[in-house]
């Protein structure tokens, strides 16, 4: 409404400008159309006054010049037009055209306007946008808090509803509430009989809740899925990161490689599979942090944890600005940085990835997906 | 001087400055223009060795060998033939592999194009138009993607 | 919402032209005094609306509206400042909106300024310059819309690296400036032909407006030159490329419109010669701007590219040009010609000079134009390149330059050119000592080089010696040259300095094409080069951080006889949005030339980084010269005699005051 109203004030004063002199009953006597002309001669002849006291030319080129121009000026001054009649058109001529003009100029402006324009547009300067996406997020959480608060009412009416469970893990999961997710699985599970998919869910929801330790209960999970459906493949690689956390980084990566060897190419998960492997061929090599580290961190209350993680990342980053030649390396720094929401230094890393591995065209590609599914730009 | 001679003194002079100009301009454009070609013309047209042309195509992949010294050779390619091209210097910032590419330079007696200038792309949205008609015609380049707005693309 | 309000004021501000194209010419055919009175209040409401209109988009930039589709294109929130800023103007649509808020300042300014310029010349120069306005906002709303909506984006694409540059923000504005400068001239013209008469009066009121835009085209093509200089990492400072060739035609039209102005208004001659220049020189400009525009080449600033928009400005330019031209070839002949003069005299030396400046104008048409016209008639494709316009562009300078400081000492009318040999004695002298003094230390280069490095002297001793003239520098004594130094009118202070500055030029321009020394090596650190007696030590590299990018720094120590110059750190720089390679040259500014090295790639296997170098003698002089020549432009622009209206009152009392 606001913009239209200022659309109309625009419209209102430039006509108010543009129409006056139409307006008027008559415009102001005009000075001849010689004035101008006569000015110049006159000022011409002061000029050549002026330098010939300066002696810049001499008399008799000043002479000369002054009589030129003096022969000019009478010559205009005998052409001087009369001054243009005030008006030689009845006022009310001027008075309609300006009504013309002031009602098709609106219409005008407005159909083009229309034609190109975006009114209903807000503005979305990038700070606010930014802000909004952030509102919208905190909004969704809220409302998720609000269903999750219902059902839960429900639950606690009749804890024997075990569709109820199952409908609530998987949200408890999204929202981060790991221990509930897991607690909602296993419930389902009693109440609805043991199924693969519910047994992956408790299981992934206990590795989250234990800081993506694989523990006991989870590990016995994924065995018991295994037993179901040996085909399923991410309990294979739980399990081979449970023996990884176990310390057998030998078993490991052979459990790893196992499960490479097996993937079809363009496997989602291929990344982060390739990325474990180069890890424990480090840890092998005696470089990346010992089971002792992460064991050390899980036991880290949350403040602590994130400081080590830091110190991680910039080990990391340091390694890296050495020998850039690791593009899992480069990868995993690009992660750690967005996970932390260090976006700034997640761009910079990937242009640093990108510099140190300009020959490599493959690894060119993979971080350009990287950068797609993080939102970095491409 | 009359006022006759004195017209005639400005329409000479002024005929001599243009008919210099126009002889200037013939025979500058004689010696000094210089003539696009891909591989291909320079295959079937029989280019003679010596003459100073513009070469353009692709960078062949992985032709590009960087010496131990300041010479680069690579191959410049219009997808069905190639030419070898050798070139002393510092290469511009946009030269790459499978990029477009134009050189400035004479073709030797064995068929080696050597090169004193060479012009990559000056961003990533460009190719160089004589380049993209040529490769065009090959069927190679199918024009710019990438540089459509979001809006095109929901 | 401020973006859609700059898209209704530029709307509204087509509708506001539309009305002042009609109405004062409407006027002036009629001689009604109301209808030719709208002009100058709808210029000032269409420069107000154009101006809002340009902050909208502008407000857009700084605070990354990224659903407005030319900021999300051409921008990036973490992108500097200043860059925001300058990118409104950096793409396309975003150019022409400043092109036409230019035009209607400049449109705007004869409404405000003009009050002393006859009503219905200035009704019909109003009326033709809100129709260039009518054409080209047309074209912006329909083909280069600005303010075009998309949904909105998270991040913006980001401005070319090579564009984020301070010379080149600002060079765009200084050349637009320049090009629609030259847009009154064309107004002036084609006003004076449907009035059919013009006299002094019309030519000095043209002279300012000219000259104004010339200071401006001449400070926009140095500054472009400049930054392709440092920027391009080529060590070249003019490449005849299309592009540039389009800014240089309007400026050598300008150059000659400047001068058969002052012959007009001196002794109105040339007249019909003078309004032709003037709507050659628009013409020229609008070339450069479809050139530039519509995708037809492709050089440097090949940024803009689309073919549709180029059809829609061709057809502008049949319409203005094919209009102006139709209306010169029907009301020329009518014109009355004036004051007679003889070959020998100022008038006869600004011929020669107009005669030149315009043929040489032509040859570079013809060397831009003509691959473009055998490729659409043939579709040969050829390129024509600095050798063709160094060998028809070059001789024909060398006439002009030799005959600035004859003409400028020859008196109207008649000249006596052999008093003027005899005033410019101690010219020749001067000039005699730099050719010898040239030979005698050149141990290389091509021999004609010491010849065009004494053109220049001449040229700029020969302004010397005429400002010396005329304060009898040596031969009164230093009172009176005091006095008549400060009594001399600005204008002369403005063509001597003027003239000095091309001299300048000319000399800088022979001595860096003809002494330059280049060099290109392979360096590991540790190890020396050596050029033109600087000796440089390779350090190694270092990579370091920007704002908006990284990048890796070569590391270099000069020195020169053993004693340390300076540190000198080029860099390769890797932009991140969007992500593309620059090379940034580390220039030693010397006023004997620039020390000038690029650090290019690595070599394989340890063998170290190619690394150029360059020294270029004197190759400041060419910029500092551009600015001495406008530096001469906005003195003569503040002489008051040009400024018509303001001494009138004066006049008139002094007149009064003698009768």
């Known amino acids: 409404m606001l913009l239209w109203l200022l659309f109309s004030v625009m419209t209102a004063a430039t006509l108010a400008l543009i129409l006056r002199p139409l307006m008027r009953p008559s415009a102001p006597a005009g000075e001849s159309a010689g004035d101008g002309t006569l000015a110049v001669y006159r000022d011409q002849l002061l000029e050549i006054e002026a330098e010939a006291n300066r002696g810049v030319i001499d008399a008799r080129e000043a002479e000369a010049t002054k009589a030129e121009i003096a022969r000019r000026l009478l010559a205009a001054a005998d052409t001087r037009e009369p001054p243009p009649a005030s008006v030689t058109a009845p006022p009310a001529l001027g008075r309609r055209m300006a009504l013309g003009i002031a009602a098709l100029t609106p219409i005008m402006t407005l159909a083009l306007y229309l034609a190109y324009g975006a009114p209903g547009f807000p503005g979305q300067p990038h700070a606010e946008h930014m802000q909004e996406a952030l509102q919208r997020d905190r909004m969704h959480t809220a409302q998720v808090n609000d269903l999750v608060a219902k059902v839960e009412m429900r639950l606690r009416e009749a804890p024997d509803d075990g569709r109820g469970w199952e409908v609530i893990a998987p949200v408890y999961f999204k929202i981060g509430r790991y221990r509930d997710a897991a607690d909602a699985f296993a419930r389902a599970g009693r109440l609805l009989g043991e199924s693969p998919a519910r047994l992956a869910g408790f299981a992934e929801a206990t590795v989250f809740a234990a800081d993506g330790i694989v523990t006991e209960e989870a590990r016995k999970a994924y065995e018991r899925i295994l037993e179901l459906d040996s085909e399923r493949i991410e309990p294979r690689f739980w399990l081979a990161l449970a023996r990884e956390q176990d310390g057998d980084l030998k078993g490991a990566k052979a459990d790893f490689e196992k499960l490479l060897a097996t993937a079809p190419a363009d496997a989602p998960w291929r990344a982060s599979v390739e990325e474990r492997v180069s890890a424990i061929t480090q840890r092998l090599e005696g470089k990346g942090p010992t089971a002792d580290d992460i064991a050390a961190s899980a036991r880290l209350d949350p403040a602590q944890r994130k400081a080590m993680i830091e110190g991680m990342v910039d080990g990391l980053a340091q390694r890296l600005k050495a020998n850039g030649n690791d593009l899992a390396g480069w990868v995993r720094l690009v992660r750690a940085y967005t996970v932390l929401q260090r976006g700034d230094e997640a761009r910079a890393a990937l242009a640093d990835a990108r510099k140190a591995l300009a020959t490599d065209d493959a690894a060119q590609q993979t971080l350009k997906q990287l950068a797609t599914s993080l939102g970095l730009g491409s | 001087m009359t006022r006759k001679q004195r017209r005639s003194v400005f329409i000479f002079g002024g005929v001599a400055v243009l008919s210099l100009a126009v002889f200037l301009v013939m025979f500058a454009l004689k010696d000094t223009i210089v003539f696009f070609h891909t591989p291909r013309d320079v295959a079937e047209k029989h280019i003679a060795p010596g003459k100073r042309i513009r070469l353009g195509g692709l960078v062949e992949q992985g032709s590009v060998k960087r010496g131990s010294g300041l010479t680069v050779e690579f191959a410049i390619t219009d997808t069905t033939r190639a030419i070898p091209v050798r070139y002393t210097g510092v290469l511009p910032d946009l030269f790459r592999e499978g990029q477009g590419v134009v050189a400035e330079g004479r073709l030797d007696t064995a068929g080696v194009f050597t090169a004193d200038t060479i012009l990559a792309k000056h961003d990533e949205n460009y190719m160089p138009p004589e380049v993209a008609a040529a490769l065009k015609k090959e069927g190679v380049w199918q024009g710019d993607s990438k540089a459509k707005s979001p809006a095109a693309k929901k | 919402m401020i973006t859609e309000l700059g898209h209704f004021a530029l709307v509204l501000a087509l509708v506001v032209a539309l009305v002042q194209t009609l109405l004062p010419a409407l006027g002036a055919h009629y001689k009604d005094a109301r209808l030719m009175a709208v002009g100058e209040p709808a210029a000032v409401a269409q420069l107000i609306l154009i101006g809002l209109s340009f902050f909208a988009l502008m407000h857009a930039y700084v605070v990354s509206d990224f659903s407005v589709e030319t900021v999300w294109a051409n921008s990036h929130s973490l992108k500097p400042m200043l860059y925001k800023v300058s990118g409104v103007w950096g793409n396309h649509e975003g150019s022409m909106l400043l092109w036409v808020l230019i035009l209607a300042a400049f449109g705007a300014a ?271 494709k050829i390129s024509v390149g600095p050798p063709y316009f160094n060998a028809t562009f070059g001789p024909l300078m060398v006439p002009l330059l030799f005959a600035v400081p004859i003409g400028s000492m020859l008196s109207w009318k008649r000249g006596d050119l052999r008093g003027v040999m005899e005033r410019l004695m101690l010219t020749g002298l001067v000039t005699a000592f730099a050719l010898a003094v040239t030979f005698a230390f050149m141990h290389r280069g091509p021999w004609l080089a010491p010849f065009g490095l004494a053109l220049g002297v001449w040229v700029c001793a020969g302004a010397v010696s005429e400002w010396g003239q005329r304060v009898k520098a040596f031969a009164a004594p230093w009172d009176e040259v005091w006095r008549r130094a400060r009594g001399l009118p600005r204008a002369a202070y403005g063509t001597a300095l003027a003239h000095f500055g091309i001299g300048m030029a000319m000399i800088g321009i022979v001595a860096t094409t003809a002494w330059q020394s280049e060099s290109v090596v392979a360096l590991k650190p540790g190890e020396q080069t050596t050029i033109a007696g600087y000796t440089l030590d390779f350090k190694g590299v270092a990579p370091s951080q920007g704002p908006n990018y990284n990048e890796l720094l070569g590391l270099f120590s000069v020195s020169r006889n053993g004693r340390p110059v300076v540190d000198l750190t080029p860099s390769k720089r890797a932009y991140v949005m969007p992500p593309q390679p620059t090379t940034e040259a580390a220039i030693h500014v010397a006023l004997l030339g620039d020390l000038y090295v690029v650090l290019g790639d690595e070599i394989k296997d340890g063998g170290g980084y190619i690394v150029r170098l360059y020294f270029n003698p004197l190759v400041r002089f060419i910029w500092i010269g551009a600015l001495v020549m406008a530096i001469g432009g906005v003195f003569s622009l503040s002489d008051r005699r040009l400024r018509v209206g303001a001494p009138r009152r004066a006049a008139r009392a002094s007149l009064a005051a003698a009768e």
């Not at chain 3, 928009?309 to 040009?321: A, H, N, P, Q, W």
């Not at chain 3, 003509?370 to 579709?379: K, N, R």
């Open chain 3, 110 to 380: 004869v409404a405000l300024f003009g009050d002393n310029l006859p009503r219905g010349l200035r009704a019909n120069v109003l009326s033709v310059q809100a129709l260039i306005a009518v054409a080209f906002l047309l074209f912006i709303i329909a083909a280069s819309n600005p303010f075009i909506r998309i949904p909105v984006q998270s991040e913006g694409r980001g401005l070319n690296p090579i564009l984020q540059d301070p010379a080149l923000a600002f060079h765009p504005p200084f050349l637009y400036a320049g090009y629609v400068g030259l847009s009154i001239a064309f107004s002036f013209a084609v006003a004076a032909l449907i009035e059919g008469r013009t006299d002094a009066a019309w030519a000095r009121w043209v002279r300012p407006w000219t000259l104004a835009a010339w200071v401006c085209l001449t400070l926009g093509i140095a500054m472009g030159s400049w930054w392709a200089y440092y920027e391009l990492g080529w060590g070249g400072w003019w490449f005849w490329d299309p592009v540039e060739n389009a800014s240089f035609m309007p400026w050598l039209a300008a150059t000659a419109l400047l001068h058969s102005a002052l012959v007009m208004e001196k002794r109105e001659a040339l007249k019909v010669w003078t309004i032709l220049l003037a709507i050659l020189a628009f013409s020229l400009s609008l070339m450069g701007t479809f050139l530039v525009r519509s995708g037809v080449l492709t050089s440097v600033h090949a940024f803009a590219v689309d073919p549709r928009r180029g059809v829609f400005i061709l057809s502008i330019m049949m319409l203005l040009i094919g209009g102006a031209l139709a209306l010169f070839a029907w009301r020329a002949p009518s014109l009355k010609q004036g004051g007679l003069f003889s070959p020998i005299s100022r008038e006869g030396a600004l011929v020669l000079n107009n005669v030149l400046l315009t043929v040489s104008c032509g040859t570079v048409f013809i060397g831009t134009l003509y691959p473009l016209a055998l490729d659409a008639l043939v579709g040969a």
